[in-house]
C-alpha cells in the first residue's frame, strides 16, 4: 500500500486517497481529508463521523447509510447535505474508514 | 431429553436439522418451526422470468427433506423469550429449546420504500424477483413488453445474492436481442453502490461487460422514492431515472419476529460472532444462513459453507468444550453474463474474487472470472446437487474453507 504525507503524518491509503489503516486516523487529519474532497468540517460533521468511528470500532464494519440514520439518529436527507452525492464513500473517506463494497 | 429448536427450513435450517441428527444421540429432540410447506430453490428465480425455469423446477414439499426423528412445527412465530429459553408461535403455542438455531432468512420488503409497494403500480409496472409471485409476475410482464426503459435497481445493500440483479440486467439483455427488440429498449442498471463492480480485481475483469452490451449505469444512487404516477424512481440527491419497466431489489430485511424478540440490529439480523456464528448476547443461540448480521454474501453458498463449521463448533459446544473451527466467509458463486455463459467467482472474508483456476490449480475445469460456458452448465446443474446432496446434508466436493489453490494473487487489497 503507498504511504502519503496528510497534515504533516505519514499515512497508508490505497488507490482512491482511502486510509487503509484506521488507528492512524485523527480528527486534526479529517479535516485536511474533508477538504481534500472540498468539505469544510463542522460541528454536525464531525458528529456524523465520530458516529462512524465508534460504530467501527464495535462492529468491525463501515455503517451503512440506514444505519447511520436507524442507530446514529442521522436523517438520510441531512447526510445528502452534509455529504453532497456520494455520502456513503465522502463519510467513510473523512472517517478514515473502508468504503462501501459489494462482493465483486 | 436435551433440545434443539430450529427456526425455519430454508437452505441452512434444513442442512443443519439432516447434519444434527446424524451427529446427535438419542438424548437430543430435533424440533424446526417453518411456516411454509414449499421449499423453494431460490436461485431458480432468476431464470424464471426468462421461462428458462418452469416453476415446478423451483420447489418441492419442505417436509420431504426433513428427515426422520426430527419434528416439523408447522406455524408462524411470534416471538423468541431468549430469557426463558421459549419459542412463541403465533397461535398461543410454546416451544421450549435448550439451544435455538435462528435461520429464517432475509426478505424482499417493497413495504420500506414510499411509492413502491402503495404507488399502485406493484406487479404491473413496478417488479422483483425476489419473491416466487414476482419471479412469476415478471415473467408475464417480460413477455409483453415491446421496447422502451428497462430499469434494474438494486435499493440498498446487503440483499441476497448481491450478483443477482447484474445477472438479470445481463440475461435481459440476452432475452431482448433474441426477442429481436434489444435496439428498441434502453437498459439501465441502477446501484446504492459507487459502481457495478467494486472490487479492483473484478472491476478490471468484468468492468467493460456493461459497455460491452450498452447498459447504462446510474451508480450512486439511493432512492427516496418510486414516483409511480410519473414512472420513475427518484435518489435522495433528487436525481431520477424514469422506466418502463421497473425491476427492483426491494430492501432486504430478516424476519420481523427477530426485533419483537429484541435480538436483532436495525434490519432484524441477529449479531453473531462472524467465526463461529454463535449469538453475541445468547450463549445457547446461533444465526445461521441469512439470518446472521456477518459481513459476508447473503447466498446459499455461505449458508452451506458456515453450516459445515456450525456443526463442528456445536458438537464442541453443547459438550462445554470451546469451539475450535472459524468460518472464513468463504462463497463461492455462479455469475449469468448471459448467451448461455456465465462466470464463477471464489472469495472469503479478507480475500476478494481472484482470477485462476477452481477447484483444481490448472486443471479447473472451472476458470474464475471468466466468462465460460462451462460456469454455465455448472450454475445449471447446481440445481440438481441443491435438491439430492445440499439440503439431504451430504458432502460437496468443495472445500469448506477457501483455498488459495489456482488463484493467481495480483495487487492484493489488504
Known sequence: MPVTTIAGHDVHVDDEGFLTSPQEWSPELARTLAQNIGIELTDEHMKVIEFLRKDYAQTGETATIRRVQTVGGFPTKQLFQLFPKKPAKKMAYIAGLPKPHGCV | ?414
Request: aromatic share 10%.
Open chain 2, 1 to 414: 431429553m436435551r433440545r434443539l429448536v430450529v427456526l425455519g427450513a430454508g437452505t441452512a435450517g434444513t442442512m443443519v436439522v439432516n447434519k444434527l441428527r446424524k451427529r446427535l444421540g438419542e438424548q437430543w429432540s430435533i424440533t424446526v418451526v417453518e411456516q411454509s410447506e414449499v421449499h423453494y430453490y431460490q436461485p431458480g428465480y432468476l431464470f424464471l422470468p426468462f421461462g428458462t425455469y418452469e416453476p415446478e423446477q423451483v420447489l418441492k414439499p419442505t417436509r420431504k427433506f426433513i428427515p426422520e426423528g426430527v419434528d416439523f412445527v408447522r406455524g408462524e412465530i411470534d416471538r423468541v423469550l431468549p430469557e426463558e429459553d421459549v419459542v412463541v408461535l403465533a397461535d398461543g403455542r410454546r416451544v421450549p429449546y435448550d439451544y435455538l438455531v435462528v435461520a429464517t432468512g432475509t426478505s424482499p420488503r417493497p413495504d420500506q420504500t414510499p411509492g413502491m409497494l402503495d404507488g399502485g403500480q406493484w406487479h404491473r409496472s413496478v417488479h422483483e424477483f425476489y419473491s416466487f409471485d414476482g419471479a412469476m409476475a415478471l415473467r408475464e410482464a417480460l413477455r409483453g413488453f415491446t421496447g422502451g426503459r428497462l430499469v434494474v435497481h438494486v435499493t440498498e445493500m446487503p440483499i441476497k445474492c448481491p450478483v443477482a440483479p447484474l445477472e438479470f440486467v445481463f440475461l435481459a439483455d440476452s432475452y431482448l436481442r433474441r426477442r429481436g427488440i434489444r435496439d428498441q429498449v434502453e437498459l439501465v442498471y441502477a446501484t446504492p453502490l459507487p459502481g457495478a463492480f467494486t472490487k479492483p480485481i473484478a472491476s478490471e475483469a468484468l468492468g467493460h461487460l456493461l459497455e460491452d452490451k450498452k447498459i447504462l449505469l446510474e451508480s450512486d444512487f439511493m432512492i427516496e422514492r418510486v414516483d409511480a404516477d410519473s414512472r420513475a424512481i427518484v435518489s435522495f440527491d433528487e436525481r431520477e431515472v424514469p422506466f418502463d419497466l421497473l425491476v427492483t431489489v426491494p430492501l432486504n430485511m430478516g424476519a420481523d419476529y427477530v426485533a419483537r424478540s429484541g435480538m436483532g440490529d436495525e434490519l432484524n439480523y441477529v449479531p453473531v460472532d462472524k467465526h463461529t456464528l454463535l449469538s453475541t448476547t445468547y450463549d445457547n443461540v446461533f444465526a445461521l444462513g441469512d439470518a446472521s448480521n456477518i459481513p459476508a454474501s447473503k447466498a446459499g453458498a455461505v449458508a452451506h459453507f458456515a453450516v459445515e463449521v456450525f456443526v463442528e463448533n456445536f458438537v464442541q459446544h453443547i459438550a462445554g468444550h470451546p469451539m475450535t473451527h472459524e468460518f472464513d466467509g468463504h462463497a463461492n458463486c455462479f455469475i449469468e453474463s448471459g448467451d448461455g455463459k456465465a462466470l464463477l467467482i471464489d472469495f472469503n472474508y479478507d480475500t476478494e474474487p481472484l482470477r485462476g483456476t477452481f477447484p483444481l490449480p490448472k486443471v479447473g475445469p472451472m476458470r474464475l472470472l471468466e466468462e465460460s460456458r462451462i460456469n454455465h452448465m455448472g450454475k445449471l446443474a447446481f440445481r440438481h446437487m441443491y435438491w439430492n446432496l445440499l439440503l439431504p446434508g451430504h458432502r460437496l466436493p468443495v472445500p469448506t474453507l477457501m483455498s488459495m489453490s489456482g488463484k493467481i494473487v495480483e495487487n492484493q487489497e489488504s
